[in-house]
Protein backbone atom coordinates (compact mmCIF):
# COMPACT_ATOMS: atom_id res chain seq x y z
CA UNK A 1 0.00 0.00 0.00
CA UNK A 2 1.28 3.38 -0.78
CA UNK A 3 1.60 6.59 1.63
CA UNK A 4 3.37 9.08 2.65
CA UNK A 5 5.83 9.64 5.58
CA UNK A 6 7.32 12.98 6.76
CA UNK A 7 10.50 12.33 8.60
CA UNK A 8 11.95 14.92 10.76
CA UNK A 9 16.07 14.92 11.41
CA UNK A 10 16.81 17.63 13.85
CA UNK A 11 20.60 18.44 14.37
CA UNK A 12 21.95 20.81 17.17
CA UNK A 13 24.57 23.49 16.06
CA UNK A 14 26.97 24.83 18.92
CA UNK A 15 29.19 27.43 17.42
CA UNK A 16 29.78 30.03 14.77
CA UNK A 17 30.42 28.62 11.48
CA UNK A 18 30.14 25.27 12.37
CA UNK A 19 29.79 22.05 9.87
CA UNK A 20 27.24 19.39 11.17
CA UNK A 21 27.41 16.61 9.28
CA UNK A 22 24.31 14.59 8.64
CA UNK A 23 24.32 10.92 8.25
CA UNK A 24 21.35 8.69 8.78
CA UNK A 25 19.44 5.93 6.80
CA UNK A 26 15.75 6.17 5.38
CA UNK A 27 13.20 4.16 6.75
CA UNK A 28 13.02 0.77 4.94
CA UNK A 29 9.76 1.47 3.28
CA UNK A 30 10.60 4.48 1.48
CA UNK A 31 10.53 4.54 -2.19
CA UNK A 32 10.97 8.52 -3.59
CA UNK A 33 11.69 11.92 -1.28
CA UNK A 34 9.77 14.44 -3.30
CA UNK A 35 10.23 17.09 -0.87
CA UNK A 36 12.58 19.02 2.02
CA UNK A 37 11.72 21.37 4.68
CA UNK A 38 14.51 23.22 6.70
CA UNK A 39 13.61 25.17 9.53
CA UNK A 40 16.12 27.07 12.15
CA UNK A 41 14.85 26.58 16.00
CA UNK A 42 16.00 28.92 18.53
CA UNK A 43 16.20 32.34 19.92
CA UNK A 44 19.41 34.20 18.17
CA UNK A 45 21.20 37.18 19.06
CA UNK A 46 20.56 39.51 16.14
CA UNK A 47 19.38 42.65 15.92
CA UNK A 48 17.94 41.96 12.48
CA UNK A 49 14.41 40.89 12.49
CA UNK A 50 15.24 38.52 9.38
CA UNK A 51 18.75 36.75 7.68
CA UNK A 52 17.34 35.48 4.74
CA UNK A 53 20.89 33.66 4.64
CA UNK A 54 21.71 31.91 7.84
CA UNK A 55 23.03 28.77 6.98
CA UNK A 56 23.40 26.27 4.31
CA UNK A 57 23.16 22.86 3.17
CA UNK A 58 24.17 19.69 1.07
CA UNK A 59 22.63 16.57 1.18
CA UNK A 60 23.23 13.68 -0.98
CA UNK A 61 21.35 10.39 -1.32
CA UNK A 62 22.04 6.86 -1.83
CA UNK A 63 25.23 6.39 -0.81
CA UNK A 64 26.65 9.67 -2.31
CA UNK A 65 26.00 8.74 -5.50
CA UNK A 66 23.18 11.51 -6.07
CA UNK A 67 23.40 14.93 -4.77
CA UNK A 68 20.31 16.51 -5.70
CA UNK A 69 20.32 19.92 -2.75
CA UNK A 70 22.75 22.61 -2.15
CA UNK A 71 20.40 25.52 -0.18
CA UNK A 72 20.12 28.00 2.42
CA UNK A 73 18.52 27.99 6.01
CA UNK A 74 16.55 31.74 6.31
CA UNK A 75 16.31 33.35 10.15
CA UNK A 76 13.21 35.07 11.09
CA UNK A 77 13.29 36.46 14.17
CA UNK A 78 10.63 35.86 16.79
CA UNK A 79 9.29 39.44 17.20
CA UNK A 80 9.85 40.24 13.53
CA UNK A 81 6.98 37.97 12.80
CA UNK A 82 4.49 39.87 10.30
CA UNK A 83 2.72 39.61 7.30
CA UNK A 84 5.72 39.42 5.39
CA UNK A 85 7.84 37.31 7.52
CA UNK A 86 5.13 34.82 9.08
CA UNK A 87 3.83 32.13 6.58
CA UNK A 88 4.55 28.44 6.36
CA UNK A 89 8.30 27.50 4.82
CA UNK A 90 7.66 25.85 1.52
CA UNK A 91 8.59 22.22 0.51
CA UNK A 92 11.77 22.34 -1.62
CA UNK A 93 10.38 19.71 -4.66
CA UNK A 94 13.22 16.71 -4.65
CA UNK A 95 12.28 13.94 -6.93
CA UNK A 96 14.50 11.49 -5.76
CA UNK A 97 13.90 7.39 -6.46
CA UNK A 98 15.47 5.52 -2.86
CA UNK A 99 16.69 2.66 -4.13
CA UNK A 100 18.34 -0.20 -1.87
CA UNK A 101 21.19 2.30 -0.31
CA UNK A 102 19.19 4.65 1.82
CA UNK A 103 22.21 6.43 2.95
CA UNK A 104 21.44 10.09 3.39
CA UNK A 105 24.70 11.87 3.87
CA UNK A 106 25.35 15.49 3.54
CA UNK A 107 26.42 18.55 6.29
CA UNK A 108 24.68 21.98 7.44
CA UNK A 109 26.75 24.90 8.09
CA UNK A 110 26.48 27.95 10.43
CA UNK A 111 27.12 31.08 8.24
CA UNK A 112 28.18 32.91 10.99
CA UNK A 113 25.77 35.61 10.87
CA UNK A 114 24.70 36.05 14.73
CA UNK A 115 25.34 39.56 16.25
CA UNK A 116 27.83 37.83 18.74
CA UNK A 117 27.77 39.99 21.96
CA UNK A 118 30.69 39.35 24.87
CA UNK A 119 27.96 38.47 27.26
CA UNK A 120 25.77 36.61 25.44
CA UNK A 121 28.42 34.49 23.04
CA UNK A 122 27.04 32.01 20.42
CA UNK A 123 23.30 31.03 20.65
CA UNK A 124 23.49 27.54 20.29
CA UNK A 125 20.17 26.52 17.67
CA UNK A 126 18.53 23.68 15.96
CA UNK A 127 18.07 23.11 12.07
CA UNK A 128 15.16 20.80 11.65
CA UNK A 129 15.33 18.98 8.08
CA UNK A 130 11.64 17.30 7.31
CA UNK A 131 11.82 14.79 4.39
CA UNK A 132 8.20 14.11 2.47
CA UNK A 133 8.40 10.26 1.21
CA UNK A 134 6.33 8.59 -0.80
CA UNK A 135 6.26 5.07 0.97
CA UNK A 136 5.40 1.20 -0.18
CA UNK A 137 4.58 -1.43 2.14
CA UNK B 1 -24.75 15.56 2.84
CA UNK B 2 -22.73 18.57 3.26
CA UNK B 3 -19.34 18.13 2.26
CA UNK B 4 -17.11 19.86 4.20
CA UNK B 5 -15.96 20.22 7.85
CA UNK B 6 -13.82 22.04 9.41
CA UNK B 7 -13.62 19.88 12.82
CA UNK B 8 -11.52 21.67 15.90
CA UNK B 9 -9.81 19.80 18.63
CA UNK B 10 -8.57 22.20 21.43
CA UNK B 11 -5.99 21.46 23.02
CA UNK B 12 -4.90 23.38 26.52
CA UNK B 13 -1.14 23.72 27.03
CA UNK B 14 -0.94 24.83 30.94
CA UNK B 15 2.94 25.81 30.84
CA UNK B 16 5.84 26.41 29.38
CA UNK B 17 7.76 22.71 27.79
CA UNK B 18 4.24 21.09 28.65
CA UNK B 19 3.72 18.20 26.35
CA UNK B 20 -0.17 17.46 25.77
CA UNK B 21 -1.56 14.67 24.33
CA UNK B 22 -5.21 14.49 22.59
CA UNK B 23 -7.10 11.89 21.07
CA UNK B 24 -10.34 11.51 19.43
CA UNK B 25 -12.30 10.71 16.23
CA UNK B 26 -12.94 12.30 12.92
CA UNK B 27 -16.56 13.11 11.71
CA UNK B 28 -17.94 9.86 10.68
CA UNK B 29 -20.19 11.59 7.95
CA UNK B 30 -16.47 12.79 6.17
CA UNK B 31 -14.58 10.22 3.82
CA UNK B 32 -11.26 12.03 3.58
CA UNK B 33 -8.73 14.50 5.58
CA UNK B 34 -7.91 16.61 3.31
CA UNK B 35 -5.88 19.11 5.83
CA UNK B 36 -4.58 20.38 8.74
CA UNK B 37 -4.09 23.55 9.93
CA UNK B 38 -2.78 24.84 13.54
CA UNK B 39 -3.54 28.36 15.36
CA UNK B 40 -1.73 29.67 18.31
CA UNK B 41 -2.39 32.88 19.96
CA UNK B 42 0.77 34.10 19.31
CA UNK B 43 3.50 33.94 16.41
CA UNK B 44 5.96 33.21 18.80
CA UNK B 45 4.86 29.94 20.27
CA UNK B 46 5.01 28.75 17.26
CA UNK B 47 8.60 28.73 16.95
CA UNK B 48 9.72 25.46 17.95
CA UNK B 49 6.53 23.68 19.19
CA UNK B 50 6.33 20.43 17.50
CA UNK B 51 2.86 18.34 16.27
CA UNK B 52 3.16 14.84 16.21
CA UNK B 53 -0.33 13.35 14.39
CA UNK B 54 -1.45 9.54 13.84
CA UNK B 55 -4.81 9.05 11.81
CA UNK B 56 -6.88 5.87 12.00
CA UNK B 57 -3.22 4.14 13.50
CA UNK B 58 -1.15 6.02 10.43
CA UNK B 59 1.74 8.42 11.06
CA UNK B 60 0.73 11.52 9.33
CA UNK B 61 3.69 13.86 11.32
CA UNK B 62 6.26 12.67 13.56
CA UNK B 63 7.18 13.62 17.07
CA UNK B 64 9.57 16.31 15.90
CA UNK B 65 7.36 17.75 12.95
CA UNK B 66 7.61 21.64 13.43
CA UNK B 67 4.27 23.35 13.85
CA UNK B 68 5.41 26.23 11.74
CA UNK B 69 5.16 23.79 8.77
CA UNK B 70 1.74 23.46 9.31
CA UNK B 71 0.39 27.05 10.49
CA UNK B 72 0.06 30.36 8.54
CA UNK B 73 -0.09 34.16 9.42
CA UNK B 74 -3.02 36.45 8.96
CA UNK B 75 -2.34 37.73 5.83
CA UNK B 76 -2.98 34.00 4.47
CA UNK B 77 -6.41 33.32 3.41
CA UNK B 78 -8.64 31.18 5.42
CA UNK B 79 -9.03 28.42 2.43
CA UNK B 80 -5.46 28.55 2.35
CA UNK B 81 -4.07 28.28 5.68
CA UNK B 82 -4.73 24.24 5.35
CA UNK B 83 -1.33 22.44 4.67
CA UNK B 84 -2.83 19.51 2.18
CA UNK B 85 -2.35 16.10 2.12
CA UNK B 86 -1.10 14.53 -0.85
CA UNK B 87 -2.23 11.10 0.40
CA UNK B 88 -5.45 9.83 0.97
CA UNK B 89 -6.47 9.98 4.82
CA UNK B 90 -9.62 8.14 5.30
CA UNK B 91 -11.72 9.92 7.74
CA UNK B 92 -15.01 8.46 8.65
CA UNK B 93 -14.95 7.86 12.22
CA UNK B 94 -10.94 6.99 12.51
CA UNK B 95 -9.55 7.78 15.86
CA UNK B 96 -6.70 10.20 15.77
CA UNK B 97 -3.76 10.53 17.99
CA UNK B 98 -1.31 13.37 18.97
CA UNK B 99 0.73 15.12 21.24
CA UNK B 100 1.71 18.80 21.14
CA UNK B 101 4.80 20.33 22.58
CA UNK B 102 5.49 23.76 23.62
CA UNK B 103 8.67 25.21 22.79
CA UNK B 104 9.24 27.15 26.03
CA UNK B 105 10.66 30.26 25.07
CA UNK B 106 11.05 33.46 26.85
CA UNK B 107 8.25 36.11 26.01
CA UNK B 108 5.32 33.77 26.43
CA UNK B 109 2.22 33.52 28.28
CA UNK B 110 0.71 30.63 29.91
CA UNK B 111 -1.99 29.05 29.72
CA UNK B 112 -3.17 28.79 26.65
CA UNK B 113 -5.30 26.93 23.82
CA UNK B 114 -3.43 25.64 20.64
CA UNK B 115 -6.73 24.94 18.16
CA UNK B 116 -5.97 22.18 15.33
CA UNK B 117 -8.20 22.21 12.54
CA UNK B 118 -8.90 18.88 10.50
CA UNK B 119 -10.14 20.06 6.76
CA UNK B 120 -12.96 16.96 6.03
CA UNK B 121 -14.26 16.51 2.50
CA UNK B 122 -16.34 13.50 0.97
CA UNK B 123 -14.86 12.09 -1.98
CA UNK B 124 -15.93 14.32 -4.76
CA UNK B 125 -14.33 17.62 -3.48
CA UNK B 126 -10.49 17.64 -4.00
Not at chain 2, 51 to 80: M, Q, Y
Request: hydrophobic content about 40%.
Amino acid sequence: MEGIRRLTKTIQVYRAEQAVPIDFRLPGDAKECFGLQAVVVGQIPTVRPVIPVFGEYSLEFEGKKVHPVNFIVPYVKQQGFDEETHHRPGLLPLSVAIEDNRLVTGFYRDLGEQDLMDEVGFAPYMVKFTFSLRTQR
Amino acid sequence: MKNHKFQLIRIGVPSAKASVRFTGETDKRYKRVRGVFVALPSPLLEYGSTLSLKVGGTDIFDEDHDVRLITAGLGVAPNEKFFLFEEFIEAGGAAFEGKFMDAGLEGTSYPYEAKVFLWLVNPEDK
